[in-house]
Structure formats: structure tokens, C-alpha cells
């Protein structure tokens, strides 16, 4: 399940053999030190991927002329305002800088015509169809296989169990926050709409 490592990557930091049984163990370590990552970085709805075509992203309306995207646009293919996917209420023509507005490696679209993106708040209002750019940081995989290191190197310990925040004691928690790569790396990949 961890997209930000593989096995091997895993496997290779740890110097465990990937036929070996602790593998499984230490995979599952990656994976909740993964977890706990995006939730540092306030990711957890919006987890680092690589870039994906077609992306269909249905949005609330935001009663106001810009709209940021949960991922940064490559291309962007269509925008529908609107319940109704074959009758929408309205559809911008995105090649049209006088209707709208967007940049390359950004998440943020903007209406040049006037017009908002529906009203404030109303549910699922906005249909984008985008391409994605590539959103996995090597700094994260980094941070993860450090993660996995200090819980692999506390496995067995009493005070492991005690306090669980996640899948993890409060102390090793703790442990892994004091590391300076992955201070860096929440620091730096935390979400946050502008």
C-alpha cells in the first residue's frame, strides 16, 4: 500500500532480505509510517501520486472566482458547473483566457469572465477534468524509510505499546518527529490552500 517506498527500498535501509518473513513486518511499518506522514503534512484526503491522466475532480462551489484543485494541473481538459453531467448549468472553454485562467504546476484555476464557481458551499458543483503533475517527492520516501528505521529499531519494546497515536506508541510518534528529514519534509509538503 505505501506508494512513497517499495518493498526494495524498504528491504535495502533496513539490510532485512526481502525473502525473509520480517519483510511483511517491516512493509507494514511503512505503510503506517506512510500514514502517519500524510497526516503531519495534512495529506490524508490528498496523499502524494504520481501524475495521472484524466483526473475527474468534482468540487463545492465556491461562490467566488478561484477555484484550487486538490492536485496541480498539467492540462487541463474540461470545467462544468453544474449536477447534471450531460446537462450541466454551465461549461468554460478552457483554452479561452478571457473565461479562464490557470497555470502550469498549479492547483489554482481563475475566472476571468466575472463569473464564480457556483455558489458558496453548494456540494459537488464543480466538475474539472485535468491531467496531474507528478507529486511524489523524493524527500517523502526518505522520510518514510527513516520513520520505518526508528520503529524497526524500537520493535519489541515495552513502551511501544503504551499511548497508541495510530498505529504507533505516543513515544515513538514523538521519535519520529525529532527526526530532522522528516521535520524538513512535513515542513515542506504540508497542504495548505492558499
Keep these: 500500500m505505501a ?6 527500498d524498504v528491504s535495502d535501509f533496513l539490510g532485512v532480505d526481502a525473502d525473509e518473513e520480517w519483510i511483511s513486518v517491516a ?19 490528498r496523499p502524494f501520486k504520481t501524475s495521472e491522466s484524466a483526473r475527474v ?10 477555484l484550487y484543485l486538490d492536485y496541480s494541473v498539467k492540462v487541463l481538459t474540461a470545467v462544468k458547473l453544474g449536477y447534471d453531467v450531460a446537462l450541466p448549468d454551465e461549461t468554460l472553454v478552457v483554452s479561452d483566457p478571457k473565461r479562464l485562467v490557470y497555470q ?7 475566472r476571468t469572465d466575472g463569473g464564480v464557481f457556483g455558489c458558496k458551499g453548494k456540494p459537488n458543483y464543480v466538475r474539472v477534468t ?8 523524493e524527500d517523502a520516501g526518505l522520510a518514510v524509510l527513516r520513520g520505518v528505521a ?15 497515536v495510530g498505529g504507533f506508541g505516543a513515544d515513538l510518534v ?10 524538513m519534509v512535513v515542513g515542506a509538503h504540508r497542504f495548505v490552500v492558499a
Design 130 to 137: 485535468y491531467d496531474t503533475q507528478d507529486d511524489v517527492p
Design 57 to 66: 475532480e468534482v468540487q463545492d462551489g465556491t461562490g467566488r472566482p478561484t
Design 3 to 8: 506508494a512513497l517506498v517499495t518493498t526494495k
Design 150 to 164: 526508528v520503529v524497526w529499531g524500537q520493535r519489541g519494546s515495552e513502551d511501544a505499546s503504551a499511548q497508541h
Design 104 to 110: 502550469v504546476g498549479s492547483p489554482r484555476l481563475v
Design 27 to 45: 512493509w507494514d511499518l511503512a505503510d503506517q509510517v506512510e500514514a502517519l506522514l500524510l497526516a503531519q503534512c495534512g495529506r490524508t484526503g
Design 174 to 183: 514523538a521519535a519520529i518527529a525529532s527526526d530532522p528529514i522528516w521535520r
